[in-house]
């Protein structure tokens, strides 16, 4: 079974600049997670989609991030500008609906903003 | 309040010991509960579930306590492949879920 496709890998890119990131889950995952790790700390949600609609995005700086899964596969994560604190490993998780809850990660996108 | 705390650490234990992790959680609704393992620069991956009557899988012990709130990890005779950071994660819902710090740990030779 393939795991869940993240890209790029890493970007680096200027603050007030703009930035998305894709994200491929696990074939039949019905939900999908967007985190954002900064260094140190434990990963952080920013937004949950159930098929292609969100169920939680209490989280997520709505003035310059945005989220999307359009057809409940595939999921952008944009951000708009950026600023220096977004320099962050940013994870995709999914998992199946309803139980067990394990979710499955991404290998992440490194993202530096200088 | 943190809806998880964990002891960052690090902890450094030589090859062949016995460590031991916690984590304590702030809301009793919480519903399930995780270690999941993360080296660096890597995505984090689970390492096992923690059920009410505490499970074991292999070296890794894991056990809950839901009248204190918090839930632990025993790893037993410790390799160097063991050297990680050991994420707490909680859930309270089936769709909230919390990660704690993680707590890392250098297994020395």
């Known amino acids: 079974e393939a795991g869940v496709a993240q890209s790029p890998r890493y970007k680096i890119i200027e603050k007030r600049q703009s930035v998305a990131f894709w994200c491929n889950p696990i074939s039949g995952h019905a939900t999908l997670y967007w985190y954002q790790q900064i260094l140190g700390q434990g990963p952080k949600l920013l937004i949950q989609?159930?098929?292609?609609?969100?169920?939680?995005d209490s989280q997520l700086p709505k003035d310059r991030f945005s989220a999307e899964r359009l057809k409940g596969v595939d999921s952008t994560l944009k951000i708009q500008p950026a600023k220096l604190e977004d320099s962050a490993v940013y994870l995709c998780a999914s998992r199946r609906a309803g139980s067990p809850y394990e979710q499955y990660f991404g290998p992440g996108t490194r993202l530096t903003v200088t | 309040r943190k809806e998880v705390e964990q002891d960052p650490g690090p902890f450094n234990v030589p090859e062949g010991a016995t460590v031991a992790f916690n984590c304590t959680y702030s809301?009793?609704?919480?519903?399930?509960f995780f270690w999941y393992r993360q080296d660096c620069r890597k995505e984090p991956k689970l390492l096992m579930s923690?059920?009410?009557s505490g499970n074991e899988d292999g070296r890794f012990t894991a056990q809950l306590n839901r009248a204190s709130q918090y839930i632990s990890l025993l790893i037993r005779d410790s390799k160097l492949s063991d050297s990680a950071t050991y994420l707490c994660?909680?859930?309270?819902?089936?769709?909230?879920?919390?990660f704690g710090t993680g707590t890392s740990l250098t297994v020395i030779p």
């Open positions: 989609f159930q098929n292609n609609g969100v169920v939680d």
């Open positions: 994660v909680v859930n309270l819902s089936g769709n909230q879920f919390y």
């Open positions: 809301n009793s609704a919480s519903q399930s």
């Open positions: 923690v059920y009410s």
